[in-house]
């Protein structure tokens, strides 16, 4: 029997959602230290790669989280792939980023920071929980402000910004009731 898509939606809703917002938290975490700790060629790099590899790190941690995203049994969900293509999205709007940080390498800590928050928005559609509205609405407003209210410390203070937003998001997610 083929379950509705409004099943499947209701199945996708139901998981912990933990994985990748940790991935996250840890990559910009590392990435904040970075900027402490070394040149801002060093951040860059750490920008670029850091936030590359928080797909494979949620793979990593999903086995922790009780999400398994590798898990070959488990039946095939619409959203799983809706959510793929929000992922592809962020990635695909690097080709923004890029060319701005060619300009002003400065600016790197706040298009990468806001571009790849923007696929909150239809996750919060997808839930229907209001958790990735509130992410991406204060993850861009914060890191606009930081970006403007602390250059010089662009690269400390706005990972870190998206750290604690990554934080709060977490509670939420791990405190929101399940459909």
């Not at 912990?16 to 060093?42: E, H, K, M, R, Y």
């Not at 989280?65 to 809706?82: A, I, Y």
């Not at 709007?93 to 928050?117: E, R």
């Amino acid at each position: 029997m083929k379950i509705t898509l409004e099943e499947q939606r209701i199945e996708f809703s139901n998981q912990p959602f933990l994985a990748t917002p940790l991935a996250g938290l840890i990559v910009w975490t590392i990435i904040g230290f970075a900027g402490i700790f070394f040149s801002d060629f060093v951040a860059v790099w750490s920008i670029f790669i850091g936030t590359g590899s928080i797909v494979y790190l949620g793979l990593f941690l999903s086995k922790f989280t009780g999400e398994n995203f590798l898990d070959k049994s488990k039946p095939k969900n619409e959203f799983d792939t809706l959510f793929l293509f929000t992922a592809g999205q962020a990635i695909l709007v690097y080709a923004i980023a890029i060319p701005f940080f060619l300009v002003d390498y400065s600016s790197l800590p706040m298009t990468v920071g806001i571009l790849t928050g923007l696929m909150w928005l239809p996750f919060s559609w997808i839930i229907k929980h209001w958790v990735g509205i509130f992410h991406a609405i204060t993850r861009t407003l914060t890191v606009v402000a930081l970006w403007y209210l602390l250059p010089e410390h662009r690269f400390i203070a706005i990972p870190f910004s998206i750290v604690l937003i990554y934080i709060v998001t977490l509670v939420i997610l791990k405190n929101r009731k399940k459909i």
